[in-house]
Antibody, heavy 121, light 111 residues
């Protein structure tokens, strides 16, 4: 069955970077892309960006554009999300989600368990 | 970026039906059949409940149904059960510079 396993929580200082991993299993990794979604404590879900499983194209929100890099490693079936120049308002639970838009379907059918990133000095 | 609008909370007694609304614009909910709904128990991974407005993934109870009228989509939970108590989020494809937008979430309470 499909499973997305994310890396553990991180505490990072303001201005630093964090890289979260999302290891996929149970399906052909290159057949689907990934979206990254975050949840600031006490708030709702916020879509951050997407990487195509088909050609590696990426798109992200203006809010994180320039600070967000999404990559995949097909040799290990792992997706990565790196966020740079972290601020206190980046403190959130970060999720990876399998994205179906490469097939013209716009939904996230499997999610990782979430990675808590805390930005604190 | 503006998100989709959902009520903050909805409640119902066991066995009752409740409906959660999700209002957007013609650039997202109203313009496309790409609305999805997610159930989120805090501390767990969100779960896809409805996709493409009204389709249920395999394994999701038929007590969950989705619909859309104009710029507003709806999720109905019939025969409400204690296990349905969770946060629910709608999402839609959008023609804005972002590719996806979420609602603010609705907390469902089973009385």
């Amino acid at each position: 069955q499909v499973h997305l396993e994310q890396s553990g929580g991180e505490v990072v200082k303001p201005g630093a970077s964090v890289k979260v991993s999302c290891k996929a299993s149970g399906y052909t990794f290159t057949s689907y892309g990934f979206s990254w979604v975050r949840q600031v404590p006490g708030q709702g879900l916020e879509w951050m960006g997407w990487i195509s499983g088909y050609n590696g194209n990426t798109r992200s929100t203006q809010k994180v554009q320039g600070r967000l890099t999404m990559t995949t490693d097909t040799s290990t079936s792992t997706a990565y999300m790196e966020l740079r120049n972290l601020r206190s308002d980046d403190t959130a639970l970060y999720y990876c989600a399998r994205d179906n838009r490469d097939y013209g379907h716009y939904y996230f059918d499997y999610w990782g368990q979430g990675t808590l990133v805390t930005v604190s000095s | 970026q503006s998100g989709l609008t959902q009520p903050a909370s909805v409640s119902g007694s066991p066995g009752q039906s409740i409906t959660i609304s999700c209002t957007g614009t013609s650039s997202d909910v109203g313009g496309y059949k790409y609305v999805s709904w997610y159930q989120h128990h805090p501390g767990k991974a969100p779960k896809l409940m409805i996709y493409d407005v009204s389709n249920r993934p395999s394994g999701v109870s038929n007590r969950f149904s989705g619909s859309k009228s104009g710029n507003t989509a709806s999720l109905t939970i019939s025969g409400l059960q204690a296990e349905d108590e969770a946060d629910y989020y709608c999402s839609s494809y959008t023609t804005s510079s972002t590719l996806a937008v979420f609602g603010g979430g609705t907390k469902v309470t089973v009385l």
